[in-house]
């Protein structure tokens, strides 16, 4: 009987995504064992600093450096990520499997709608990514910054007075927390983090692990494969990371082919650049290269070379309060 150890962040979320990954390949291959092991990561320990920090100190990402660390020592055999908590780049001897099917991609916005929302309310978030984009609709918006796991940061409209804060519709759904909704934020205005709403199967390439590759390969979605090997070829062309306004999101047409929208928004949200591609599903990486160098010729880089000398800037913490008034 092969027994194999699965490796995940230690959050409700993380084992949610454990269990819904797990369940279909504990009913084709009984007699193999899965163990599910919790992995505490920077991110986790650390819930007050800017993640672009606790990323520097952690030597990666905030939220997968210490399960690929383990991974790579046969601490576990597989780790079950959320996709965009991952780095573009794998560690030497791990590779990224075809993920299982995606849930929605979206952002939604949780205690208000966006048209709900007074002049001046406060919302909750601490992604750069989500701070730009609210900013670029409603600059009036005063942006409070959280951290943490989902129920915690929904208690937070309560115990901090927010108005509203901004979650990924795939965590809130595969929690129950549907109910929490109160918005599915629009995408052209909204695209998610490369990868939101996929899973993330990271292995080793070893012999060794050939048998458990080939276990996996059996519930992985060639079509949801692409969509985020398209989406995060982008992110690596514009180096960027969870830490910067990045937003992207690819959807497989009817005839099959891709189309890749991204986007580029500043901090205070007065510069943005968007563009979409639409290319072969076979050729993801070469769709999301190309459609990033368009984002460049915009002036996606010195938006984000902004972005990240600010987000450098430690004793010049970010103002994510906004303008005064709606531009």
């Not at 409603?138 to 915690?152: A, K």
């Not at 990924?168 to 927390?177: F, N, S």
């Not at 070469?286 to 990240?308: E, F, M, P, Y």
Request: proline fraction near 7%; glycine fraction near 10%.
């Amino acid at each position: 009987m092969a027994q194999y150890l699965v490796g995940s962040r230690a959050s409700n979320l993380a084992k949610a995504q454990v269990r819904d990954y797990l369940r279909p390949l504990r009913e084709r291959f009984p007699e193999t064992t899965f163990t599910h092991r919790a992995i505490l990561e920077g991110g986790d320990k650390d819930r007050k600093s800017l993640l672009s920090s606790v990323s520097a100190v952690s030597g990666g990402s905030a939220f997968s450096t210490e399960q690929e660390a383990a991974l790579c020592r046969g601490d576990v055999d597989v780790i079950v990520h959320s996709m965009k908590d991952l780095p573009t780049a794998n560690p030497r001897g791990l590779i990224l499997l075809p993920p299982p099917g995606r849930e929605d991609v979206g952002d939604a916005l949780c205690g208000s709608t966006l048209a709900g929302l007074r002049k001046g309310a406060k919302v909750g978030t601490g992604a750069p990514r989500r701070i730009a984009q609210l900013l670029a609709v409603r600059p009036d918006l005063e942006i409070v910054p959280i951290r943490g796991n989902v129920p915690p940061r929904l208690k937070k409209i309560e115990t901090m007075g927010l108005d509203a804060v901004v979650l990924a519709v795939a965590g809130l759904r595969r929690l129950g927390l549907d109910d929490a909704i109160g918005e599915v934020l629009p995408l052209d205005l909204f695209p998610p983090s490369p990868g939101q709403g996929a899973l993330g199967i990271q292995v080793r390439t070893d012999e060794n692990s050939a048998p458990l590759r080939e276990i996996l390969s059996t519930v992985g979605d060639a079509g949801v494969d692409s969509q985020v090997r398209a989406e995060r070829a982008l992110l690596a062309e514009l180096h960027g990371g969870c830490s910067v306004p990045v937003g992207a999101y690819a959807e497989t047409l009817p005839d099959g082919t891709l189309k890749l929208f991204g986007q580029v928004t500043s901090l205070d949200g007065q510069q943005r650049v968007s563009g979409a591609l639409t290319g072969p599903s076979d050729e993801p990486e070469k769709l999301g290269a190309t459609l990033a160098a368009d984002l460049v010729d915009q002036g996606a880089h010195s938006i984000l070379d902004a972005v990240r000398a600010t987000l450098a800037a430690r004793s010049c913490p970010v103002d994510l309060r906004g303008p005064a008034t709606p531009q």
